[in-house]
């Protein structure tokens, strides 16, 4: 431990929000040990790439990464690095790293956080590369965690997937759903209203099926949780993602609606609006399902912002079919969507499928669903013109120091000019008035 306490880390993360915030967990850990956070690549003792493989460009961009770290390594052969995330779980990238980047010295996965300090270590006394990675294992509670916000925090409540969407990787690489026990949820929770967090965004890849697998005696669904939550002072804002159609249940959208914490946003994927591809996807809902949720939504939340996630070129889809998206993306109107071209995930059902688009369509398609999307998350913005927010100051734009930014509860992003004494502002919630709706901001003024 001696020789660490003056040692330096750097963290580089790619991927979901799960991964930014295994990412915290691990600063946790290593600031345990006595590292402290390096601010380049350069002046680290130690640096950390937490991956993400959900779609083919994530892996290219991992390669490029290693490739940069070399110069690194051989300028100072002391530097340890390690690549852990979802990446590290795929065999052929453990496989690629074993016999293409000799300099890699340590493979770690979310289940084994808690192992880094041996492992660094036994490097460090071996000198020998550790590359295996366990693919799965139980929820590690209680670790140290060092967060990027003082007044927003992520809260993990579920792990893992059941879903095998036909596309996706996340299932092979994160495990089954493992739900974490409501008390640790509430513990933590509470620790973290103690410390001054406002704000604080539930966990999961899927939180509708929160508590599902928990004994049928003591089943605490995720609008329990909700109501829990709800209940516990000095948090102001509930947020969570993401959601699956298939599990928004009606009790989830009556606690959506009667518990005030709980902020008026839902991202709820719609990957496609063909029911021949969302049956090919496995997503178990059909284009009427989910058109039903949303007036379901919409009546019981009327100032409810939806945001979704969409895929184009999913394999077997042809013109009509990605007419249908817009068709549907049309009538639902959307406050802003991510938008994919389909990535074939090598393990997945749908990278077999014979019936691949060629990437021109898959372009084509993609720029005409943007064009769609970003239309209707202007006129959504620009309905909120003349309207009073409260949103909650994060602080100066990275772009633009002296421009503030702050988000309302809907999760849209406010600029506003901040008067002198800004620094007071920053992790409170303020009014402001709506002056200008953009296609991806507004900007707003404070209401003195
Ligand atoms: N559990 C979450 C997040 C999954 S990954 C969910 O179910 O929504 C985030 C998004 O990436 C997905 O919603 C999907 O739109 C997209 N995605 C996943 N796999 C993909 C693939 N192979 N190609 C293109 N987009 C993909
Ligand atoms: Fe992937 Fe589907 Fe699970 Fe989301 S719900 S992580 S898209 S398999
Ligand atoms: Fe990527 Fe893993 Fe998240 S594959 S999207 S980092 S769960």
Redesign the pocket.
């Known amino acids: 431990m001696e020789k660490c306490r003056k040692q330096k880390y750097f963290l580089q993360v790619f991927g979901c929000q799960m991964n930014v915030h295994d990412a915290e967990k691990l600063a946790g850990v290593l600031e345990k040990m006595g590292y402290s956070r390096a601010a380049t690549a350069e002046e680290a003792d130690l640096i950390l790439l937490n991956t993400c493989c ?1 779609r083919e460009n994530a892996e290219n961009r991992l390669y490029g990464h290693l490739g940069n770290l070399k110069p690194l390594k051989i300028n100072k052969p002391d530097l340890m690095i390690g690549v852990g995330g979802c990446m590290a779980q795929l065999p052929s990238v453990r496989a690629k790293i074993e016999a293409d980047y000799p300099y890699i010295d340590l493979l770690f996965s979310a289940f084994n956080l808690h192992q880094i300090p041996e492992l660094i270590m036994k490097i460090r006394e071996t000198g020998s590369r550790i590359l295996e990675v366990p693919s799965e294992g139980q929820i590690i509670e209680d670790l140290p965690v060092t967060r990027n916000s003082p007044f927003q925090a992520w809260v993990t409540v579920i792990y893992g ?5 036909t ?5 092979y690489v ?1 495990g089954r759903e493992q739900s974490r026990r409501p008390e640790k949820i509430m513990e933590e929770i509470r620790g973290l209203a103690m410390a001054g967090v406002k704000e604080v965004t539930l966990l999961g ?2 939180v509708n099926s929160y508590g599902l697998d928990f004994p049928a005696e003591e089943r605490k669904d995720f609008a329990d949780l909700l109501a829990a939550i709800n209940r516990i002072d000095g948090i102001t804002r509930i947020r969570f993602q ?1 959601s ?1 159609p298939k599990d928004l249940s009606d009790k989830l959208i009556r606690q959506m609606a009667t518990a005030e914490k709980v902020c008026e946003h839902l991202h709820l ?1 719609l ?1 496609a609006g063909s029911d021949k591809i969302l049956k090919l996807m ?2 178990k809902y059909t284009r009427d399902d989910y058109l039903r949720l949303v007036e379901k939504l919409r009546a019981q939340i009327p100032n409810l912002a939806l945001t979704t ?1 969409l895929i184009v070129g999913f394999p077997g889809e042809e013109e009509a079919d990605f007419r249908d998206t817009l068709d549907l993306v049309e009538k639902i109107g959307f406050d802003a969507a991510f938008t994919f071209a389909y990535s074939p995930r090598v393990g997945t059902q749908a990278a077999k499928m014979t019936n691949q688009v060629s990437e021109g369509d898959k372009m084509d398609r993609l720029y005409r669903l943007i064009e769609v999307v970003n239309k209707q998350a202007k006129a959504a913005n620009q309905r909120l013109e003349g309207m009073v927010e409260t949103i909650l100051v994060e602080g100066p734009s990275p772009k633009k120091k002296e421009i503030y930014t702050g988000r309302t509860r809907s999760n849209k992003l406010v600029l506003f000019a901040p008067p002198e004494t800004a620094g007071d502002l920053i992790g409170k919630e303020f009014k402001v008035k709506i002056k200008k709706g953009l296609t991806y901001t507004l900007q707003g003024e404070l209401i003195k």
């Open positions: 959900v997937c059941n879903n095998f969407c596309y996706c990787i996340v299932p994160r890849q899927n993401t699956h994927p990957q496995n997503r996630d």
